[in-house]
């Protein structure tokens, strides 16, 4: 399909691709095969030759160290690494890394730039973005947000329990998202905080189990539950502007949201690619699967949503630059976690035996793909603010004569 990405882009995700066919996943397949976890060594490595070919960090600035491709530009190349377990962490491109290279490079202050973004992007420290937490906490619903932070004198004074906060457990710092202004709404007087993880108060009290992480890397970042008690942060430690946390958070999770799709999508494709390649040579029943209508129409439904999900990203993309395109983006993220969900599905099942065994990555990304219907933003969330958007114009008018016309309707058919 032709997407009319730039010139730029297409020629930066394709050497993407022939980076992750060449390099990634080669060792992919072999830790698969083998049981055998990646290395960090190894992944340094990865880094080293994504920065000879030019790929490391796109999506950063070249002034710290990335590639400074422009948002529309860089979503090709996320697709790209979208097919490997391991592809966005190969270039520095990873979740919640990438989110927060972003925050810093909107809102930092240039100190914090040089003292946090640098070394980020460079990977020699690590982040983590804590904002979810436990019943009866901020999640789905941000406005229950119960951590706080005061001041006392040029200090803050932090208390939270946190939870879900990926890359948690080897976090240099954490970005925590906190009350600051507890007589103002949430939205705004909540500020984001960065705490470093060797604070007196940090507790990281455990990583949370959950479905997925393939684990074919020897790196444990997973998804930690923080507790901050009294834990005490210079007020220089403010990203952004205090009080300012929700917008900032909102321009953060906006372009990340599209950044997960294309990676999904990039999951997605991929399992399609490894099923089609099943169906060609598995034979049953007297000729190969893929002669098998019933599994040729399954396949055409499914490369359709996956094209129309590609299309809503890319135009959200370009809304993203001209507005918050805060309804393109719900649509495009909720649409896409629910297609790139049914199409690993249906991937798996085209597999059988072999979708479920973890030979083929398809049972991984089973595995972790189901989480997208929930992390950035829950199917239900987003539907709540489109419904809201579509009900908010609703012209009274419009009202009355449809109205109308159903009682006339209804009147025809007595009358008959």
């Not at 391991?86 to 520095?92: C, S």
């Not at 990676?263 to 060609?280: H, I, P, Q, T």
Request: aromatic share 6%; proline share 3%; charged share 30%.
């Amino acid at each position: 399909m032709e997407y009319h990405d730039s010139e730029k882009a297409k020629e930066v995700a394709g050497r993407v691709e022939d980076f992750m066919e060449e390099v990634v996943l080669p060792r992919e397949r072999e830790a698969l095969a083998t049981g055998e976890q990646i290395t960090m060594d190894e992944i340094h490595d990865f880094w080293d030759q994504a920065k000879e070919r030019n790929l490391f960090a796109p999506q950063v600035s070249e002034e710290y160290g990335g590639q400074g491709l422009d948002f529309q530009d860089m979503l090709p190349s996320f697709e790209q690494v979208g097919r490997s377990l391991i592809g966005a962490l190969a270039i520095r491109a990873n979740a919640p890394q990438e989110g927060n290279m972003h925050t810093f490079e909107m809102v930092g202050t240039e100190a914090q730039k040089e003292e946090y973004l640098r070394p980020l992007v460079q990977g020699e420290i690590q982040t983590a973005f804590a904002m979810t937490e436990p019943k009866q906490g901020g999640g789905s619903d941000p406005k229950m947000l119960q951590s706080t932070a005061v001041k006392d004198g040029d200090e803050w004074v932090i208390n939270g329990h946190k939870w879900w906060t990926s890359d948690g457990l080897n976090a240099d710092y954490y970005l925590a998202m906190v009350r600051t202004d507890l007589d103002a709404h949430p939205y705004s007087g909540t500020s984001i905080i960065l705490v470093p993880s060797e604070a007196d108060g940090v507790e990281v009290v455990r990583n949370v189990p959950h479905l997925g992480g393939h684990g074919i890397t020897e790196r444990k970042g997973g998804h930690a539950e923080v507790k901050f008690d009294n834990v005490r942060v210079p007020v220089e430690n403010t990203l952004g502007e205090e009080n300012e946390g929700f917008q900032i958070a909102q321009m953060r999770l906006g372009g990340g949201r599209l950044t997960h799709c294309m990676r999904y999508s990039g999951m997605a494709e991929r399992s399609l690619d490894v099923a089609k390649a099943y169906l060609a040579e598995r034979e049953a029943f007297g000729t190969t699967l893929e002669e098998k209508q019933a599994l040729r129409h399954r396949i055409a439904d499914a490369e359709t949503r996956l094209h129309a999900a590609r299309c809503m990203v890319r135009h959200a993309a370009r809304e993203l630059d001209r507005s918050d395109a805060r309804i393109e983006v719900a649509m495009a993220k909720m649409f896409t976690a629910n297609v790139t969900n049914e199409t690993i599905d249906l991937a798996l099942q085209c597999c059988g035996g072999n979708g479920i065994g973890k030979d083929l990555p398809i049972a991984h990304f089973y595995e972790n793909v189901r989480a997208f219907r929930i992390v950035d933003g829950a199917d239900e969330v987003h539907r709540r603010s489109i419904a809201r958007w579509a009900f908010e114009d609703i012209d009274e008018t419009e009202v009355e004569n449809a109205l109308q016309f159903d009682e006339d309707l209804r009147i025809d058919a007595l009358d008959e």
